[in-house]
T-cell receptor, first 112, second 112 residues
């Protein structure tokens, strides 16, 4: 299994501000993913982040709004920029290891 | 876009009854997975069924997969109040290490 931690676990932010979410994995992984789960909804893939290359964004998500860093094989950050109440969601990072996908505990973001 | 579509969206049953949730997906898959999410909590991986399997059991869970119909079902037998949660199917595409695409989920309420 993979142990994934996220910081912060939750935050309440003012609209117009930005929040950077950190994801730390207990060992090196090639591929990391960021998902969003809006209230009462399912998980939607935001982007795939591979170390050493630009993140690949899914339809409906753009780099200016959700910049991602992947400085090494155990760490990634997702920034939610210029937040609005519609960005209130749980943000989860996820990794593949040995053919299985594992999820972090999530960061619960509330934008007021 | 969402790969899996679940029905029903919500299901309410009495303790001891069986609960059946269905999932359909759109493209060919390597495997299909089911997750549980208690309100306000993280994802819990329940079971994985590979594309060459038709049925799989794990405790009170029974999963079926019909690749010709691109559908899967999750049966929870002898339900308990603690089974109250949202259940999601998630499909892994054919390409290696493709991130899971989640269905919309079924909210199950088990009434004691």
């Amino acid at each position: 299994s993979a142990v994934i931690s996220q910081k912060p676990s939750r935050d309440i932010c003012q609209r117009g501000t930005s929040l950077t979410i950190q994801c730390q994995v207990d060992s090196q992984v090639t591929m990391m993913f960021w998902y969003r789960q809006q209230p009462g909804q399912s998980l939607t893939l935001i982007a795939t982040a591979n170390q050493g290359s630009e993140a690949t964004y899914e339809s409906g998500f753009v780099i200016d709004k959700f910049p991602i860093s992947r400085p090494n094989l155990t760490f990634s950050t997702l920034t939610v920029s210029n937040m609005s109440p519609e960005d209130s969601s749980i943000y989860l990072c996820s990794v593949f290891r040995a053919g299985e996908q594992y999820f972090g505990p999530g960061t619960r973001l509330t934008v007021t | 876009s969402q790969q899996g579509e679940e029905d029903p969206q919500a299901l309410s049953i009495q303790e001891g009854e069986n609960a059946t949730m269905n999932c359909s997906y759109k493209t060919s898959i390597n495997n299909l997975q089911w997750y549980r999410q208690n309100s306000g909590r993280g994802l819990v991986h329940l079971i994985l069924i590979r594309s060459n399997e038709r049925e799989k059991h794990s405790g009170r869970l029974r999963v079926t997969l019909d690749t010709s119909k691109k559908s899967s079902s999750l049966l929870i037998t002898a339900s308990r109040a603690a089974d109250t949660a949202s259940y999601f199917c998630a499909a892994e595409g054919l390409s290696g290490n493709t991130p899971l695409v989640f269905g919309k989920g079924t909210r199950l309420s088990v009434i004691a």
